[in-house]
């Protein structure tokens, strides 16, 4: 029987290098791990450059890849993608912008580039969006609240550019400063004009908000000031259903990864509880996931709490968290008519505190697998498996094949 559904499991900067905490083993290799041991068992495996060999990729670039659309092509700066996160729907060609929420002193210095951590912000983004007119640029924009302090910009209008630089200082105890274009031509000029202007009127939109008033009588970090970064312009994506013939959903906590999905045309699909970090519904997330392959083709899933400890430098909490996640995904052990992928978007090694561009495990487990010889889940045993070395791109090739649903190519 061929299967028809896809699962892809991302397991968000899993891989990792030799750690010393370790006895220089990874995190994978150490963590008991019986559900992705079994997974590799009776899949095939291998290791998977993202997007290249000695690419180094960010989540968005790299789940762009795995998606397979090639992120040398679509994709121009994180803030459109944070955008469609927050649900603000990016048409081609509008400028999308990723925003914090900041403090910023009577003397015009940032103190406090999270604004106290403030979390409900839905009032002022209200403010702003009532408050602010850019209608003598002939742009519209959408303002949105994200989790915590976060926000987003999305600007709408003709000849607007995205290649302008950010007000964030990344450092507190400095003013902001002043958007720049990072090309001399006249869109990138305007869009800096036009987000200069905006930050202007929000300001003065924020210092005299009842919310930050309030806040201030507490002795609270107002959040007074609006910081953007990661400008970008909505490319076209050939919707996901229409390339592959697979309708989809996508699940996970991180907004930038939602905004991916619902950017290609997938569903997001919201769980409680999720927050992308160690304490996230991780059994939520699975049974929304075996939800959805009831009604649909394709269904994305993102965990990404390992990232975070690669981030940290924290190898025993990485392998922890692997351990929690092994035992989260045991009820997808009984899954028929479904192929299921399992891999990583990039390495985050403990060592590194960031991506790196060492290849990631990666199986395919499911109906007319071609079984090879790994025995276990992790960096060094999948380098053995019958994928071989692959890229991110081929992945849904490979899926779409084992449904025998991939086009023919020649006669
Ligand atoms: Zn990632
Ligand atoms: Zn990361």
Redo the contacts with the bound molecule.
């Keep these: 029987m061929t299967a028809h559904r896809i699962l892809f499991l991302v397991l968000?900067?899993i891989s990792d290098r030799p750690c010393p905490d370790l006895a220089g083993k990874t995190p994978l290799q150490v963590a008991k791990t019986p559900n992705l041991d079994s997974f590799a068992r009776e899949g095939v495996c291998g290791v998977m450059d993202t997007i290249g060999p000695g690419i180094r990729p960010g989540?968005d670039t790299a789940h762009l890849a795995l998606l397979g659309y090639d992120p040398y092509t679509y994709y121009t700066g994180r803030g459109p993608l944070e955008c469609e996160g927050t649900g603000i729907h990016m048409e081609p060609g509008m400028i999308g912008f990723r925003c914090n929420y900041a403090t910023v002193s009577n003397r015009g210095k940032v103190t406090d580039r999270r604004a106290g951590r403030i979390h409900d912000t839905q009032d002022l983004s209200a403010a702003i969006q009532k408050g602010v007119d850019l209608s003598r640029f002939g742009v519209e924009f959408i303002f949105r609240s994200g989790a915590g302090h976060r926000a987003s910009l999305a600007l709408r209008g003709k000849g607007l550019g995205h290649c302008v630089s950010s007000n964030d200082p990344k450092k507190e105890g400095v003013a902001p400063l002043t958007i720049v274009p990072l090309k001399d031509e006249p869109a990138h000029r305007k869009t800096a004009e036009v987000c200069n202007e905006f930050v202007r009127q929000a300001t003065a939109i924020l210092s005299s908000h009842p919310v930050n008033q309030k806040r201030e009588s507490e002795g609270k970090n107002p959040a007074n000031f609006v910081l953007m970064r990661g400008a970008g312009e909505m490319g076209h994506f050939e919707p996901f259903n229409e390339k592959y013939g697979l309708s989809g959903s996508v699940i996970a906590a991180a907004s930038l990864i939602g905004g991916i999905g619902t950017a290609v045309g997938l569903q997001r699909v919201h769980v409680i509880g999720i927050t992308g970090s160690q304490d996230s519904n991780l059994s939520g997330k699975i049974s929304a996931a075996l939800d959805e392959l009831k009604s649909r083709d394709f269904v994305l899933v993102n965990i990404k709490g390992a990232?975070?400890s690669?981030?940290d430098g924290l190898a025993l909490q990485k392998t922890a968290f692997i351990e929690k996640i092994d035992s989260a995904i045991a009820p997808l052990r009984t899954i028929e008519d479904c192929i299921i992928v399992i891999c990583a978007d990039?390495s985050?090694p403990c060592t590194v505190k960031?991506?790196s561009a060492d290849p990631v495990p990666a199986v395919i487990w499911g109906e007319g697998v071609r079984t090879d010889c790994v025995q276990q889940f992790d960096e060094i045993s999948c380098a053995e498996g019958g994928l071989c070395r692959i890229t991110g791109s081929s992945l849904l090739p490979i899926a779409l094949d084992l449904l025998n649903r991939s086009r023919k190519y020649g006669a």
């Design positions: 968000d900067g989540s990232d975070e690669g981030h990039h985050t960031d991506h």
